[in-house]
């Protein structure tokens, strides 16, 4: 059965918590994003209500991806982080870290290969006029800039499409160690809830 809109919504705020406080906090701001791209982009975005997303492998820097990777790899190389990932859910299903390495192990080819992106940037009121000058200084070089501004989607509304928006997080390494330390500490405060879920939906969601 499929996880519900609720359920969703709960796990993300579980497993991925920086994302589901920018969500919430952009959705009682402005709650609109803004789309840089050249105005002939633009003509065909509005003309065929399409938008194209880049494979990850083609962004400026093609290693960020590699890159996270990396830092994943060296936060589980942590003896005690790791034993207490595993420890937090076995309270909710025993051995359940096995299979979730096996999954994403067998998912990290297709990750690197068929990751595609379309980037946007939060857009504040104060920049309903000009935009914001940092985008223009890639944007509106070599051909006229446009910036789309749209009202943000409802949180996982695309999962159908198996498209989903989340922040970028420019962590230091100590904060993202202690990203995912909060996440541990989460699931270890969640067990009764994780217990209502179904087992490939945790090993999906970890």
């Excluded at 104060?126 to 009202?151: K, P, Q, Y």
Aim: aromatic letters at 12%; a neutral charge.
């Amino acid at each position: 059965m499929a996880l519900s809109h609720e359920q969703t919504e709960t796990l993300g705020k579980i497993f991925m918590p920086y994302a589901a406080r920018r969500a919430k906090q952009l959705l009682a701001g402005t709650g609109r994003l803004a789309h840089y791209t050249t105005a002939e982009n633009a003509i065909k975005i509005i003309r065929s209500r399409t938008i194209w997303l880049r494979n990850a492998r083609g962004m400026h820097d093609f290693s960020e991806v590699e890159y996270g990777y990396s830092q994943l790899r060296d936060y589980f190389q942590d003896t005690e982080k790791s034993r207490n990932f595993a420890a937090a859910l076995d309270g909710c299903s025993a051995n359940i870290v096995t299979d979730a390495v096996t999954l994403f192990d067998k998912w990290w080819s297709q990750i690197q290969t068929n990751t595609y992106i379309s980037c946007f940037s939060e857009h504040v009121d104060n920049e309903d006029a000009h935009g914001r000058l940092s985008m223009w200084r890639a944007f509106g070089r070599d051909a006229a800039g446009v910036a789309i501004v749209i009202r943000m989607p409802a949180p996982y509304s695309a999962l159908p499409l198996k498209v989903f928006l989340t922040p970028v997080a420019y962590f230091s390494r100590g904060e993202l160690w202690a990203s995912f330390d909060e996440v541990i500490n989460l699931i270890d405060a969640s067990p009764e809830y994780l217990k209502t879920i179904a087992r490939q939906d945790i090993v999906g969601m970890v």
